[in-house]
């Protein structure tokens, strides 16, 4: 049903009806932001990543072949941002390191770092599933909408994320 709404909106976008665009901004962007901050584990980033996301399907929305699929382009679209923002953040800490000869801080809560650690070295694929389930507490609906996957492969994403978080965290002196 929602694919069909998002259908229309898209549809009453394109022929310059500004508050439907909203509408689609509204029902996605919270979704956006977890998406990108599975990726780039900061949140005031992942909200700069999926303001630009959405300013991108804006501009780009006539390219969209099926309006019905809305959630996942977009999706796809804020991904590939906040990869670009983590890359560029990347090269300027390596700049700043190889400059100023400093290591990096380390954080002070050692099990925050130690669960930090293990979200950051699931692939990207699951650590979304985490960040939306966990961090936005989204339904599986709601995140095989965004995701553009059934129900079914997002709960076996999640029991796979759950168990390498599990095994990470064994190998790291935690106990069940």
């Known amino acids: 049903m929602k694919d069909l709404e998002d259908q229309i909106l898209v549809q009453r976008v394109l022929q310059a009806d500004p508050e439907s665009f909203g509408e689609l901004c509204r029902r996605y962007y919270d979704s956006l932001v977890a998406v990108a901050d599975s990726i780039l584990a900061d949140r005031h980033l992942a909200e700069d990543a999926a303001q630009e996301a959405l300013a991108a399907a804006c501009r780009d929305l006539a390219k969209l072949k099926k309006p019905e699929r809305f959630g996942p382009w977009v999706g796809a679209i804020c991904r590939n941002v906040a990869k670009d923002m983590l890359r560029q953040f990347r090269r300027q800490q390596a700049r700043i390191e190889t400059s100023s000869g400093n290591e990096p801080d380390c954080e002070s809560d050692e099990r925050a770092a130690i669960l930090d650690q293990a979200l950051q070295q699931l692939p990207q694929h699951l650590r979304e599933v985490i960040f939306l ?44």
Do not use: C, P, V, W
């Open 133 to 176: 389930r966990f961090y936005n507490e989204m339904s599986y609906e709601q995140m095989a909408k965004i995701l553009g996957a059934t129900q079914q492969a997002i709960d076996g994403r999640l029991r796979r994320a759950k168990k390498q978080i599990a095994a990470y965290l064994t190998r790291k002196g935690f106990r069940r």
